[in-house]
């Protein structure tokens, strides 16, 4: 019998095609109470991609799985992911500050992989200094219009949960002007949430799990 990793990654190909093709990525041959893809996410300077799904979302069985791609020459490839047991996902998208949604931006879960196009030239460096792919699933308030990671937009489904991946460190010219990031903390790029209108309502940086309205909102309940 295979397992539920096995079985997300046999539909792997046929998603990842409709994500570099800009095409929906909800199979129509496949229910949403049998497989929902949540969301996913390609950053084509970088050479990564992302998928986010969830098999059986209303099942006490329901399973969520991180499928992460990179571009090697000029084919795209698996290079891992991950997979455990799934959180209901929000039933409607929230305004920050109701129940169950405290902040503008909240981490559902983050991972990474070592690099595949990289890795092979790199004997002598350090594991902890090996370039990586990372990716955070992310629930966004009602407020957020869209997210920038780093320098790069990313639109938001109405949802509001989704994935966002990135490469450590960047590649060079990828990188947003100013935005330059060293040390552990950089291994996820700095989120800013905007409104409609571009206005900035918030920002997840790197290392936090907390965005700054969070911790606004947790700094105004602690004084007298």
């Given at each position: 019998m295979h397992s539920p990793a096995h079985r997300a990654e046999r539909?792997?190909?046929?998603l990842l095609h409709r994500l570099l093709n800009g095409r929906p990525l909800q199979p129509c041959r496949a229910p949403r109470r049998?497989?929902?893809v949540v969301s996913?996410?390609?950053?084509?300077?970088?050479?990564?991609?992302g998928?986010?799904?969830v098999r059986r979302p209303r099942s006490a069985h329901a399973t969520s799985h991180t499928l992460l791609f990179e571009r090697c020459g000029?084919?795209?490839?698996?290079?891992?992911?991950?997979s455990g047991t799934a959180d209901p996902l929000p039933g409607r998208?929230?305004?920050?500050?109701?129940p169950g949604q405290a902040g503008m931006v909240e981490v559902a879960g983050t991972g990474s992989v070592v690099s595949r196009a990289h890795v092979a030239h790199l004997h002598d460096v350090a594991p902890l200094a090996l370039p990586l792919i990372g990716c955070a699933e992310l629930h966004v308030a009602a407020e957020v219009d869209h997210l920038v990671a780093g320098g790069r937009r990313v639109e938001v489904p109405a949802h509001g949960s989704l994935i966002v991946v990135w490469r450590f460190p960047p590649l060079p010219g990828t990188a947003a002007p100013g935005k330059a990031l060293s040390g552990p903390a950089a291994t996820r790029p700095l989120i800013r949430c905007l409104a409609a209108d571009g206005s900035p309502l918030?920002?997840?940086?790197?290392?936090?799990?907390?965005?700054?309205?969070?911790w606004q909102r947790l700094r105004d309940q602690s004084r007298p």
């Open positions: 539909v792997t190909p046929r049998l497989l929902t996913g996410d390609l950053d084509t300077a970088a050479g990564v991609a998928l986010w799904l000029r084919d795209w490839t698996y290079v891992g992911g991950s998208r929230r305004k920050a500050g109701e918030s920002e997840l940086r790197p290392g936090d799990y907390l965005d700054s309205f969070t």
